[in-house]
């Protein structure tokens, strides 16, 4: 008889007088049980109701910073033509009509999608206008200019009671009291608009006399629904929209535009987030469980009063299950597959068909762990074995090895084909997106195939050959399978020699350190430098960064590797007092407890200013690794170092990482750099990441700068620094010094000529 059988034998038992009796004592748990989990339902309504309100709040209060920072950057947009040298010789030295129309006003309408430029001369008559690409019409120059004059007024020095300028600078063409650059948010034709101002200039270089008469440039950009789009995209906002003077949902949370005399200019409303109602609704389950649990708990206290032997068998039965089974996805685990393995060998030898071994591994499941946490790692586990279960036949052995490790024993023979296509019907099944706790999440999977024929040996060879299958699939870009063969025994000896070549390389300074600039937004001055390791083999010549290091990191080399580079471009950075020396760190380097030690012991043996020492750590050094590395980059930070995130926006991104851990700069990945040109979403996307650094206090560094048009970009957005192949490729540590010698003999080009230097 199972245990199955025993376990239905006994609920068919009838009640006695014990059952009485023990409902004495039941009874009073479940009381105090139903009166905790009533006290913890009327705690999670009224955290609903306040995370309601806040959420609420919060929205409005990033809404209005989303408005000021759309002003202040249109005002950087026409900061970038008004301030230039050539504004200042074709408008206010001479006016150029062709030229203002050509570089002012189809510049801003066509790169910028400004709606109107007006040029006011120094009499405030508008001496060119253009809306919509098209000359203004005097009508709208009539409507207009009751809103710009005085904003150009206030520029000239005259108190025309603005109060809410977004950005307002001494030294304008009015003297002390005036601006050089104004914008503020006002209706213009009865549409809001960000109107921003700029005197042609730069002001600076010019008389105390000719200031009041400069001209000054004028553009309106409407706050329209292309705008209220991309903010509520980066705000994630609902349904967000201007409303006019008709009735608005009561759910809806509104926000009005109005100067600060109190006159309207515009109200936006949008459906909130409703956190509460999430709170409540994640609480909900909890308390239908606690109610299953207890009735399932007093259930089983009464059926465990009332078993006899019947129940010892039944729980011997477990326990030997518990021990051959995995016990989160209920799969056999590694002891139960062993054994199958050994007898699937011996039936093989004995005369049946070939089997062959699946030994799979789940890709990108630690980020999922580290990201969404381990009950998420755990139910992804238990989708991961339903699919596994129903996608293979029903005399294959499925088993959990542990962790993300699975494997399968399949009787289907030695036919590649089939073997293959069997092995990308797992990766699809595998590979398909999971919808887990309301997140959607996406892994994928490399098998490891070895065969099971007459002539293989134990377990542990098996277990080898599939393992290296598993390590030649992974290394080939993971998501694909590989079926062992001789080769890869060759393959893991040529990665063990590059291994221990690379290891005397690093005791016997084989190794080169080439070093890229990195300039200001102008590309006119080197600030800092990014130290690269480079490897000229001397048998196998040049050896590529990615090779060389991931071999460094799977051998456990990558610790005497940084510190090696550190103190190399510590030494060489002594060469250069004016400049920041950029050091990558690896994760598995920087999660060491002796890091920040060695940090400052090569800081001291060098000499080296700390000041000038720039970390730069990537998104997954943080990943799973929050208290520690936190305490490492406060260390960091006393001894003076900055700290720098980089590649932002490639991984798992999170605005946690800026708010909780001390960064000083942000660098933009170059794959958005290359994209600006291209595509709208990728300039949208580095407007959004120099505004958030800028916001946050951070210098912003650009990647992979290449062309004239990325260098142009990047300086009207605002970033701060940029490096790449159009201000020099890495080069040596005397390149570097020649460079600083004859900074004039340097000019930036773009990427086709700087790749042929």
Known sequence: MTALARFRRSEERQYTTWDRARLSVVVPIGVIVVVAIACIVVTALSSARR??????????????????????????????????????????????????????????????????????????????????????????????????????????????????????????????????????????????????????????RLRPTDKAGAPIIVTVKYIDGDVLSGIAGRLQLKNLRQIGQGPVPTEDSVYALATPSGAPIAAFAWTP???????????????????????????????????????????????????????????????????????????VRAGSRRAVLFYIDLDHFKDVNDTLGHPTGDELIRNVTLRLTHTLRG???????????????????????????????IIAAIAAPYAINGQNIVIGASIGIAVIDKTCGGTADIMRYADMALYRAKNEGRNRA?????????????????????????????????????????GEATVGVEALCRWTHPVRGEIGPTEFIAAAEQSGLIIELGAWVLRRACLDGKAWPDLTVAVNVSPLQFRRTDFVDMVERTLKE??????????????????????????????LKALGVTLALDDFGTGYSSLLYLRSYPFDKLKIDRSFVRSIEKAADAAAIVHAVISLGRGLGMKVTAEGVETADQQLFLRA?????????????AMTAGEITARLDAPDQRQPVDAPQALAS
């Open 273 to 347: 987030r409703q956190p509460g109602a999430e709170i409540v609704a994640s609480v909900v389950p909890y308390v239908a469980v606690a109610f299953s649990g207890f009735a399932l708990l007093a259930a089983f206290v009464l059926r465990y009063m009332r078993r006899t032997a019947a129940a010892i068998a039944a729980g011997e039965s477990r326990l030997r299950h518990l021990a051959m089974h995995d016990p989160l996805c209920g799969l056999p685990n590694r002891i139960f597959f062993s054994e199958r393995l050994e007898a699937a060998i011996e039936e």
């Open 717 to 729: 957005a605002g970033v701060h620094f940029m490096q790449g192949y159009r201000f020099g490729k």
């Open 606 to 635: 060098t000499q080296f200013d700390p000041a000038r020492l720039e970390i730069e750590i990537t998104e997954s050094v943080l990943l799973g690794n929050v208290d520690t590395a936190e305490a490492a980059m406060r260390r």
């Open 51 to 204: 995370a309601d309100a806040d959420a609420v709040a919060h929205e409005r209060q990033m809404f209005a910073q989303a408005v000021k920072a759309y002003g202040e950057r249109v005002l950087r947009e026409l900061d970038s033509v008004g301030s230039s040298d050539a504004a200042q010789r074709n408008i206010r030295t001479r006016f150029d009509q062709d030229w203002v129309g050509q570089n002012v006003g189809l510049w801003l309408a066509t790169f910028f999608n400004h709606n109107a430029v007006v040029v006011f001369d120094g009499n405030d008559g508008p001496v060119y206008s253009l809306v919509d690409r098209q000359p203004a019409t005097a009508a709208w120059l009539e409507t207009a200019k009751a809103v710009l004059l005085p904003l150009v007024d206030s520029m000239r020095g005259q108190d025309t009671g603005f109060s809410d300028v977004l950005r307002r600078d001494s030294a304008g063409p009015g003297g002390e009291d005036s601006q050089a650059r104004a914008a503020v948010i006002r209706k213009v034709v009865g549409r809001p608009a960000v109107i921003a101002a700029v005197a042609v200039g730069p002001v600076a």
């Open 482 to 522: 590989c079926i062992y063969d001789a080769a890869m025994d060759a393959d893991l000896s040529k990665r063990k020699l590059l291994e221990g070549d690379l290891r005397d390389a690093i005791e016997n300074d084989g190794l080169q350190i080439h070093y890229q600039p990195i300039v200001n937004k102008n």
């Open 395 to 425: 005399n294959d052995l499925v088993a959990r090895l542990g962790g993300d490790e699975f494997a399968v024993i399949s009787s289907i023979g030695d036919d590649p084909d089939k073997t293959m296509s069997m092995a990308q019907r």
